[in-house]
């Protein structure tokens, strides 16, 4: 099984900072086939980027992945009051599809 | 607009079977196009992959924390997906989520792009 690791586990930061939020993976992905996830509390998660890259459908343009291999990156250029929340990176390479623990991006 | 809407949580005594369905409604036209996928989320934990089923029910996928024990199935002409939840272990308490992928067939792999708002299971006796 793949197993994504997330860093750091929490993130404390100012609106107006940027954000990188970095996953690691075990085993090299052959493709871009790498998500990233915002969850708020009581809340279901909202996909942000797919296909490594790829901005869902109504996400901000401050939002940005990128990354190959075993390296994936979420970046967050000018953070808004509404993005602290808790981020997720997912890989759908093989059949079964794996998250990683998350990371909380918090108020500092 | 295009809604995923889970059903059948409760409370259910360890060992006991429970039945869970998500009615789709908003694509109901082009719902038999679309791969879905069951995700659940442990009290105050991350989010755990479950369970996914392609577009026309052929193919299905488990986690190996829920193989044999659970199976996803689809009925396209009703636009509603379900997992039949057996055996069931206090570990299987979760908000159980049911997603949409981004793409339909013939794109194989997709990310999770819509989400129901979850439906909770509880195993305690």
């Known amino acids: 099984e793949i197993v994504l690791t997330q860093s750091p586990a929490t993130l404390s930061l100012s609106p107006g900072e940027r954000a990188t939020l970095s996953c690691g993976v075990s085993q090299s992905l052959k493709k871009t086939y790498f998500a990233w996830y915002q969850q708020k509390p009581g809340l279901a998660p909202r996909l942000l980027i797919y296909d490594t890259s790829n901005r869902a459908t109504g996400v901000p343009g401050r939002f940005s992945g990128s990354g190959s291999g075993t390296v994936f990156t979420l970046t967050i250029s000018r953070l808004e009051p509404e993005d602290f929340a808790v981020y997720y990176c997912?890989?759908?390479?093989?059949?079964?599809?794996?998250f990683g623990q998350g990371t909380k991006l918090e108020i500092k | 607009q295009v809604q995923l809407v889970e059903s059948g949580g409760g409370v259910v005594q360890p060992g006991r079977s429970l039945r869970l369905s998500c009615a789709a409604s908003?694509?109901?036209?082009?719902?038999?196009?679309?791969?879905l996928h069951w995700v659940r989320q442990a009290p105050g934990k991350g989010l755990e992959w479950v369970a996914g089923i392609s577009y026309d029910g052929h193919k299905e996928h488990h986690a190996d924390s829920v193989k044999g024990r659970f199976t996803i199935s689809r009925d396209n002409s009703e636009n509603t997906m379900y997992l039949q939840m057996n055996s069931l272990r206090a570990e299987d308490t979760a908000v159980y989520y049911c997603?949409?992928?981004?793409?339909?067939?013939?794109?194989?792999?997709?990310?999770?792009?819509?989400w129901g708002q979850g439906t909770v299971v509880t195993v305690s006796s």
């Open positions: 908003g694509f109901t036209f082009t719902f038999s196009t679309y791969s």
């Open positions: 997603t949409r992928v981004v793409a339909s067939y013939p794109v194989a792999a997709n990310a999770f792009e819509v």
């Open positions: 997912q890989q759908y390479d093989t059949s079964s599809y794996t």
